[in-house]
């Protein structure tokens, strides 16, 4: 998330801040303020942020009143996800939406969350889970988010090469393209078939070896530079 396009002079909202709200906002709403079982903690407001008690689908804020809106891990809880986007593309023109991916829906499934989603082609396409029958057996969330992130270097580096393999990643300007249990075989097929090569390669990010070579390496130094500052905060 260091890498999206936010501007220092931008005003920047987060929807959704729960208890790990953005450093970059300066303002963060929330619907909840008592109850958890939308987040996996407390509620939490940094020093200089302003914090309003509010329902994303129904912002209490001007048109275009921000230049920037961050919303992460919120879209799949919501009750009508075409009111939730359109409020944010009224009230800012950039910003940036994270939910689980298919996968990671798969890999850490929640049963507070109604919705599948995907980034397809440059759309959030969202099926109701109990349209397609959505059931898992297992819960591999304490392994992938957070035993494997905290203790290997190898999957902190998958995590900067590859991050559409658990969350889905999509910064937009002016509108969310958004599209609800679309009938299209075409993406019903990316939730309801197994995936083919083609489509790994579509949702995966195929790279030029070269390219390949440079995401890795960057993300190592990353990674570097994370344990670094984590070890000198400890200090």
């Known amino acids: 998330m260091d890498d999206l396009l936010i501007k220092k002079r931008y005003n920047v909202l987060e929807v959704g801040g729960g208890n790990h709200p953005d450093k970059r906002a300066h303002v963060v709403v929330d619907k909840y303020v008592e109850d958890n079982t939308h987040r996996s903690g407390d509620l939490k407001v940094l020093k200089n942020q302003r914090f309003l008690q509010a329902d994303g689908e129904h912002l209490p804020f001007k048109d275009q009143e921000f230049d920037y809106v961050i919303c992460r891990h919120v879209l799949e809880h919501v009750d009508d996800p075409i009111q939730f986007v359109k409020e944010q593309a ?3 023109k950039f910003g940036y939406m994270e939910t689980p991916s298919l996968l990671g829906e798969y890999i850490a499934p ?3 969350h109604q919705w599948l989603i995907q980034d397809i ?9 109990e349209l397609l029958g959505f059931k898992t057996w297992m819960d591999f969330g304490e392994a992938f988010l957070y035993y494997l992130p ?13 991050a559409s393999i658990i969350t889905a990643n999509y910064e937009w300007e002016n509108e969310i393209d958004i ?3 679309p009938k299209d075989e075409y ?3 990316h939730f309801t078939k197994p995936w083919d090569e083609s489509i790994c390669e579509k949702m995966l990010v195929k790279r030029s070896y070269r390219k390949e070579i440079a995401a890795t390496m960057a993300a190592m130094f990353d990674v570097m530079k994370s344990v670094a500052k984590s070890k000198l905060l400890k200090k």
């Open 110 to 112: 929640k049963a507070s």
């Open 150 to 162: 905290k203790t290997s270097i190898g999957f902190k580096i998958l995590e900067r090469t590859h």
């Open 187 to 189: 993406y019903l097929n």
């Open 90 to 92: 009224r009230v800012a």
């Open 179 to 181: 599209l609800i249990n």
């Open 121 to 129: 082609d440059n759309k959030l396409v969202l099926y109701d889970k």
